[in-house]
Every structure is written in structure tokens, then in C-alpha cells.
């Protein structure tokens, strides 16, 4: 049975293409996120799902290696369809998948499950899925799992379509400066006299109605000698105004830090459950308001937080507070277990966020991309490593007055 459109199917369409991730290469990120899909939900194969126009395209995938297929056989198109999961645990039972090849073949699709990726827009682009050839379900955690995953799924796209666009503002802004430093050379040099003279011709035709020959003949003298400079007044006053109606920048408001850290401990829990690693949150404390972008800080912290998670051996424990420090400041311990065994996640974030500021996609791009995000918001982050201790995470954000009725969170 073929899926039928989403009645927003236009602006989905425009929402998945503006984040510019169809056709591109594997990412180590994506890879880890379906590897530990499928083990959480104990099943042989998950993919990272893209619905376009007519395809669904594999961003990340274990247990297959098919790259796409045609919309009319995706099971995907059917989980955009909801805002929440799916799970279809016979897919011979269901007449939305019962006549679909992948089920009818003998050892085909047996059961289903699926979380729509949907943007901060509301805008389901495609859907962390899972697969298994026996009929089966999936239990309350796997499931909470399974949605906490698509949420890392669709925080890594948007971050790093976001990431992008601060580096265009930045190269924007540095070409404004460039800018206006020719406009003032222009303005006030070469272009000064005949722009004197223009404005006392068009004075003197304003105050009279009367045309002057004689001056009229002096200011085109004056000007044809600068066409030219003219020229590139235009030209600069026009690259202006692009640069200001194309400037696609973070939306900072005055936030509450110690709210939002508490969000993303709670976004990150259920995938650290399914590991048995321990969330001790220690963010209850005093409100600390900062300046940021609610939306995507959240999608940061949630990021770091997951790749504590991702690289804690199972039964560790991940410590996350809120204090002053010389600013607002989020602090994530990665603790080490009392036998010995480390986290691993110290040379990821210092190779990955501080000592490699690459452009270039590594194998812990998402971290980079998190730490160009928290450049933009003026933050700065410290980071140690002590054996018997862990690995400590200090993000310090300069401060903010607060203003009562004003936190976002």
C-alpha cells in the first residue's frame, strides 16, 4: 500500500532540502547512532531514513547496505505521515506493508519500527527505523530509546546546517567591514567634490523649478570623471543590502541556563538507561541567565551529553551541574568506574572540538560542529583529564542580567 502525502508535502520537502544532508557522505555520527539503535532495540538492522520527493535515502544504516529506494516501497513514508512512533510488530498483518515486496519475501520484513525525524520547524523529513525478520515489539524502554535517538538524529542535521550558516554570516560580515571601509574611501575621497556639487545643482533646481545650463554642464563634468567610482558606490550600497537580508543567524534571547541543562540531561536519560550508565543531574540549583539561542544551546548540550554516554562503558556514570564559575557554567564529569575502567571520551572532545578546527568532516564532526555553535554564543569551554577522576567538561557563558518574566526555556 502506498503511503499517501503529508498535506505539507511542499514545505517538508523545502525543510529536508534546506538542510543540504541528501547524497552526502557517511558520518561516523549517524553510523554510531543506527549501531546503537539496533542494539537497543535487539534487532539486526536500522537505517537513517530521508523521505524525497520519489526515494528514501539512507543517511546511516547496519544491516544493509542498499543506498535507496523508491518512495513507493519505503516504509518510512508511512512514519512521517504521525508525529510519534510507530511500531508495527507483524507487517504481514498490516495492510499497510503486507502487499510490499520486502515482506513478501520468504525471509522478508517481519516487524517494523520507526521514529519520524521531525525539525524544530515541525517538519517530519524521514525517520530512525528498525527492522527485524521475526515478528516482535518493543518494550517501554527501547521505545523511549528509540525516540530520544531521533531526536539525536535531528539535532545533529539541524546543528550542522546551522554551523554552516554562522560560517556564511561570518564571511559576510567580514565582507560588510570591507564594505563600508570602501564606501567611506569613496564617499569621502574621489566622489566628495562632484556629490558636493550634484547637491548644490539639485538645490538650486528645487528651490528655482529653473534649469541651469551652466551648472548643469560643471556637475557633468565632475561627474563623468568618477563613472567609474560611481559605479562601485552602487555596487558596494547593493552588496549591503544582500548581505543584510541574507544574514540567517542564531534567535539569542535571555534564557535560563540551570532550565536548560535540565532538558537535555532529561532528552539524553533514556539512551543512557538502555546502557546502564547513571545521569546524576546536579542542575537544580539558582536560575543563571545567559544570552542564547534556546533551540540550538539545547541541541549542544544535548550533543555533548550524548557522546558522554556514547563513550562510558556500560555502568558508568555521567555527572551534569549548573554553577558560577567566572560566568554561568555547565560542568559534565564523566566519572571512572571503581574498577579501572575509563571513559573514553577525552580525546574525542579534544580532538574532535578544540585541537582540530578542521572544516572538514572527522570522525567526531558533530563535536566540532557543537563547539562552533558555542563560539558563536561567546562561550568558553575548558576541559581535564585525572585519572581516578574522569574527564571534566566546563562551558562557561558570559553573564546576563537578569529581568524577571524574561527566562525562555
Not at 152 to 181: C, F, G, H, N
Not at 193 to 205: Q, T
Given at each position: 500500500?502506498?503511503?499517501p502525502?503529508?498535506?505539507?508535502?511542499?514545505?517538508?520537502?523545502?525543510?529536508?532540502?534546506?538542510?543540504?544532508?541528501?547524497?552526502?557522505a557517511?558520518?561516523?555520527?549517524?553510523?554510531?547512532?543506527?549501531?546503537?539503535?539496533?542494539?537497543?532495540?535487539?534487532?539486526?538492522?536500522?537505517?537513517?531514513?530521508?523521505?524525497?520527493?520519489?526515494?528514501?535515502?539512507?543517511?546511516?544504516?547496519?544491516g544493509?547496505?542498499?543506498?535507496?529506494?523508491?518512495?513507493?516501497?519505503?516504509?518510512?513514508?508511512?512514519?512521517?505521515?504521525?508525529?510519534?512512533?510507530?511500531?508495527?510488530p507483524?507487517?504481514?498483518?498490516?495492510?499497510?506493508?503486507?502487499?510490499n515486496?520486502?515482506?513478501?519475501?520468504?525471509d522478508?520484513?517481519?516487524?517494523?519500527?520507526?521514529?519520524?525525524?521531525?525539525?524544530?520547524?515541525?517538519?517530519?523529513?524521514?525517520?530512525?527505523?528498525?527492522?527485524?525478520?521475526?515478528?516482535?515489539?518493543?518494550?517501554?524502554?527501547?521505545?523511549?530509546?528509540?525516540?530520544?535517538?531521533?531526536?539525536?538524529?535531528?539535532?545533529?542535521?539541524?546543528?550542522?546546517?546551522?554551523?554552516?550558516?554562522?560560517?556564511?554570516?561570518?564571511?559576510?560580515?567580514?565582507?560588510?567591514?570591507?564594505?563600508k571601509?570602501?564606501i567611506?574611501?569613496?564617499?569621502?575621497?574621489?566622489?566628495?567634490?562632484?556629490?558636493?556639487?550634484?547637491?548644490?545643482?539639485?538645490?538650486?533646481?528645487?528651490?528655482?523649478?529653473?534649469?541651469?545650463?551652466?551648472?548643469?554642464?560643471?556637475?557633468?563634468?565632475?561627474?563623468?570623471?568618477?563613472?567609474?567610482?560611481?559605479?562601485?558606490?552602487?555596487?558596494?550600497l547593493?552588496?549591503?543590502?544582500?548581505v543584510?537580508?541574507e544574514n540567517?543567524?542564531?534567535?539569542?534571547?535571555?534564557?535560563?541556563?540551570?532550565?536548560?541543562?535540565?532538558?537535555?540531561?532529561?532528552?539524553?536519560?533514556?539512551?543512557?538507561?538502555?546502557?546502564?550508565?547513571?545521569?546524576?543531574?546536579?542542575?537544580?540549583?539558582a536560575?543563571?541567565?545567559?544570552?542564547?539561542?534556546?533551540?540550538?544551546?539545547?541541541?549542544?548540550?544535548?550533543?555533548?551529553?550524548?557522546?558522554?554516554?556514547?563513550?562510558?562503558?556500560?555502568?558508568?556514570?555521567v555527572?551534569?551541574?549548573?554553577e558560577?564559575?567566572?560566568?554561568?557554567?555547565?560542568?559534565?564529569?564523566?566519572?571512572?568506574?571503581?574498577?579501572?575502567?575509563?571513559?573514553?571520551?577525552f580525546?574525542?572532545?579534544?580532538?574532535?572540538?578544540i585541537?582540530?578546527?578542521?572544516?572538514?568532516?572527522?570522525?567526531?564532526?558533530?563535536?566540532?560542529?557543537?563547539?562552533?555553535?558555542?563560539?558563536?554564543?561567546?562561550?568558553?569551554?575548558?576541559?581535564?583529564?585525572?585519572?581516578?577522576?574522569?574527564?571534566?567538561?566546563?562551558?562557561?557563558?558570559?553573564?546576563?542580567?537578569?529581568?524577571?518574566?524574561?527566562?525562555?526555556?
Amino acid at each position: 500500500m502506498h503511503a499517501p502525502l503529508p498535506a505539507n508535502e511542499a514545505d517538508r520537502l523545502a525543510a529536508l532540502y534546506g538542510l543540504g544532508v541528501l547524497d552526502s557522505a557517511p558520518e561516523k555520527d549517524f553510523d554510531d547512532i543506527v549501531a546503537l539503535t539496533a542494539s537497543v532495540c535487539e534487532v539486526p538492522t536500522a537505517l537513517v531514513c530521508l523521505v524525497d520527493a520519489d526515494r528514501q535515502w539512507f543517511k546511516a544504516q547496519v544491516g544493509s547496505d542498499i543506498a535507496e529506494t523508491s518512495r513507493d516501497l519505503s516504509f518510512c513514508a508511512h512514519a512521517i505521515l504521525g508525529d510519534d512512533l510507530i511500531v508495527v510488530p507483524d507487517t504481514r498483518q498490516d495492510p499497510r506493508f503486507a502487499d510490499n515486496p520486502a515482506v513478501l519475501a520468504a525471509d522478508g520484513v517481519r516487524f517494523f519500527g520507526a521514529a519520524p525525524l521531525i525539525t524544530t520547524d515541525g517538519f517530519a523529513v524521514g525517520a530512525l527505523c528498525v527492522f527485524d525478520t521475526a515478528p516482535r515489539g518493543l518494550d517501554a524502554d527501547q521505545t523511549e530509546a528509540l525516540r530520544a535517538l531521533a531526536r539525536q538524529v535531528t539535532s545533529q542535521l539541524e546543528l550542522r546546517r546551522y554551523a554552516i550558516a554562522l560560517a556564511s554570516t561570518t564571511a559576510r560580515l567580514q565582507e560588510l567591514e570591507r564594505r563600508k571601509d570602501d564606501i567611506t574611501g569613496l564617499v569621502c575621497g574621489p566622489l566628495r567634490a562632484p556629490m558636493r556639487r550634484m547637491g548644490e545643482y539639485l538645490a538650486e533646481l528645487g528651490r528655482t523649478g529653473r534649469h541651469d545650463p551652466a551648472m548643469a554642464e560643471v556637475v557633468a563634468r565632475a561627474t563623468a570623471a568618477h563613472v567609474r567610482g560611481f559605479s562601485d558606490l552602487l555596487e558596494h550600497l547593493t552588496t549591503l543590502a544582500q548581505v543584510g537580508s541574507e544574514n540567517e543567524s542564531l534567535h539569542m534571547r535571555q534564557i535560563d541556563l540551570t532550565r536548560l541543562t535540565r532538558r537535555a540531561v532529561e532528552a539524553v536519560r533514556p539512551i543512557a538507561a538502555t546502557k546502564h550508565i547513571g545521569m546524576l543531574d546536579q542542575s537544580d540549583g539558582a536560575a543563571l541567565p545567559i544570552v542564547a539561542d534556546p533551540v540550538r544551546l539545547e541541541q549542544v548540550l544535548t550533543h555533548l551529553l550524548f557522546a558522554a554516554v556514547k563513550y562510558t562503558p556500560p555502568g558508568g556514570r555521567v555527572r551534569v551541574g549548573t554553577e558560577v564559575e567566572s560566568g554561568p557554567t555547565v560542568r559534565m564529569d564523566d566519572m571512572d568506574l571503581p574498577d579501572g575502567m575509563r571513559p573514553e571520551l577525552f580525546p574525542h572532545l579534544f580532538y574532535g572540538a578544540i585541537a582540530n578546527p578542521t572544516e572538514l568532516p572527522g570522525p567526531d564532526h558533530g563535536l566540532a560542529v557543537a563547539k562552533r555553535i558555542l563560539d558563536a554564543h561567546h562561550a568558553t569551554v575548558a576541559l581535564s583529564d585525572r585519572p581516578g577522576d574522569g574527564t571534566s567538561l566546563h562551558v562557561v557563558f558570559p553573564f546576563a542580567e537578569q529581568e524577571a518574566d524574561l527566562f525562555v526555556a
